[in-house]
């Protein structure tokens, strides 16, 4: 039977202005003074994104302060302007996410066509808000080793951050290699995980949701302490990451990683024997491609493209030479119910004579089902290996618009699939590995306004689905077939548990478990 379970979560914060930039922005902020100390109001202040050419432009207030408020992350040159003082630029300023960038501009008398470029500035600490994060940049995701790509296992280099020591939130409806956390001391499930402002929770566990390769994430932060209350859901902690976005330069890339027993040292603990010698049995092929650039529309955005895309693919394909495990199974002579110590009969107490069960009370079923149980080639151990295989697909597209220099929305598409195929050994039931597959589908779509300099509204609307199926290869006859008095025969499971002696035989049933989620989202 497939269980499902649908979420719905709304969530409505008012910010007051002021406060730090909100979930995937970010924000630079100072005062304009002139070269006595004195503030200077009115003065224009322009943030441009050296990747885009998006324009941002704000004032300064009375106090001489202004702040360039929920801008996407990226490098930004800082431009501003008074009347009778010389033009100021700050050049390559990084805005991380959740990250609020203090530049304080000081302008010197003179002729406005003059230009004093500054660099190096910027003030990285955070002055404005009490949270105690850590941002993982482009540079740390990129240049790090990572063991299969997974950008989120960086998490663990921010202090009071710990992979989750009893795996207590995953199970096998988790999304396989997902990295759950605890964050000082809370449990591994009261992380929250947001992905491009979106919820990227397994809610049914509140296990993380896959993250996107290292090629396609741009940065994410982990917020340990004292984060805002617009964040929610969890009180343990937030890992907040943010997706790659296209620019006015088409970039792409390609890459492949391969591990296999030509390259590998054996596995002391547990070689494969292939012909004569031995060998490391894993085969390990990670691939996939990234392309993102301009959508070349009309220029009528401050004269540059307005639209912008992304595209990302990773696959990963493994092969394992399955590990032999050992079963217990009947010899030819116990089959025949001949023992070598002495056992009773269940029924009357006492010990059958020679040791030998009369043939007269045998299970017609366990005699069909032992069929398809082989003999072991010497004592009472066979050796079992079923296959272990595993595919994983990843794919990312986004799409970036510049409405106008007040308004921008953007969407993105995520689709994670896995899967593990099912297998049964036709000759020897024991043999067996149910199939598996999972999915996690994600869609988002962002609108953020700017009405004016204390004024910004950003509208969110989020759709996230969990879902996996497990498949067990049915054999190819049923208890019935195998002489089983059934009135309905319809689900061929079998399980079969010799306590001590064999491991289960367990066809099992099919199952899935899909869970949705949507969310909506509005920031004042």
Do not use: C
């Not at 805002?228 to 620019?247: L, P, Y």
């Not at 390609?254 to 027993?261: G, H, L, M, P």
């Amino acid at each position: 039977m497939i269980r499902q379970i649908i979420g719905f979560s709304v969530m409505l914060f008012l910010v007051i202005a002021g406060s730090e930039a909100q979930d995937i922005t970010g924000t630079i902020t100072g005062v304009v003074r002139d070269s006595s100390g004195a503030v200077v109001t009115g003065a224009k202040v322009t943030a441009i994104n050296t990747g885009t050419q998006a324009h941002f432009d704000f004032i300064s207030d009375s106090t001489g302060t202004y702040t360039v408020r929920t801008i996407p992350i990226g490098v930004y040159d800082l431009q501003v302007s008074a009347e009778g003082f010389k033009h100021f630029a700050a050049t390559s300023l990084r805005v991380q996410v959740n990250d609020v960038l203090r530049v304080d501009v000081t302008l010197d008398v003179g002729a406005s066509a003059e230009t004093v470029t500054v660099t190096g500035q910027a003030v990285t600490v955070d002055t404005s808000s009490h949270t105690l994060k850590t941002v993982i940049d482009q540079k740390r995701i990129e240049e790090l080793p990572l063991n299969g790509r997974n950008p989120t296992q960086l998490m663990r280099l921010v202090a009071g951050v710990v992979p989750d020591p009893l795996g207590s939130v995953t199970s096998s409806t988790t999304y396989p290699g997902v990295t759950p956390v605890s964050v000082n001391g809370a449990r591994s499930n009261a992380t929250n995980y947001v992905l491009d402002g979106a919820q990227n929770n397994d809610h049914y566990s509140n296990a993380p949701n896959p993250m996107p390769n290292p090629d396609a994430l741009q940065e994410f932060s982990v917020q340990v302490n004292n984060f805002s209350a617009e964040f929610g859901r969890q009180a343990g902690g937030v890992v907040n990451a943010v997706t790659k976005s296209g620019t006015n330069e088409l970039h792409g890339s390609a890459f492949e990683f391969v591990r296999n027993n030509a390259l590998n040292a054996t596995n002391f603990f547990s070689p494969i024997v292939k012909g004569n010698k031995l060998t490391d049995g894993l085969k390990r092929n990670q691939f996939g491609a990234t392309l993102g650039g301009p959508v070349w529309l009309p220029k009528i955005y401050n004269g540059h493209n307005k639209t912008f895309f992304f595209f990302s693919y990773q696959g990963t394909l493994e092969r394992r030479a399955p590990v032999a495990s050992s079963i217990v199974v009947p010899t030819q002579a116990q089959r025949n119910g001949v023992f070598s110590k002495t056992i009773k009969d269940p029924t009357t107490g006492a010990p059958y004579p020679n040791n030998t069960i009369p043939a007269s009370q045998f299970n017609a079923l366990s005699q069909q089902v032992l069929q398809f149980v082989p003999l072991p080639a010497s004592g009472n151990t066979i050796f079992v290996a079923p296959l272990n295989n595993d595919d994983d697909h990843q794919v990312l597209g986004r799409i970036d618009h510049q409405i106008s220099a007040n308004n921008r929305i953007s969407g993105r598409f995520w689709n994670s699939q896995a899967a593990a195929p099912g297998f049964l050994n036709p000759k020897n039931y024991l043999e067996s590995t149910t199939a598996h597959t999972w999915l996690n589908r994600s869609v988002t779509i962002t609108d953020t306004h700017v009405f004016g300099p204390t004024l910004t509204n950003e509208v969110m609307f989020g759709f996230n689905r969990t879902d996996n199926l497990n498949t067990p290869i049915y054999p190819a006859k049923t208890l019935t077939d195998l002489g089983a008095k059934l009135y309905n025969d319809n689900m061929a499971q079998y399980y079969v548990n010799v306590s001590g002696y064999w491991g289960t035989l367990n066809t099992g049933d099919t199952n899935g478990f899909k869970r949705d989620e949507y969310q909506a989202l509005d920031t004042l």
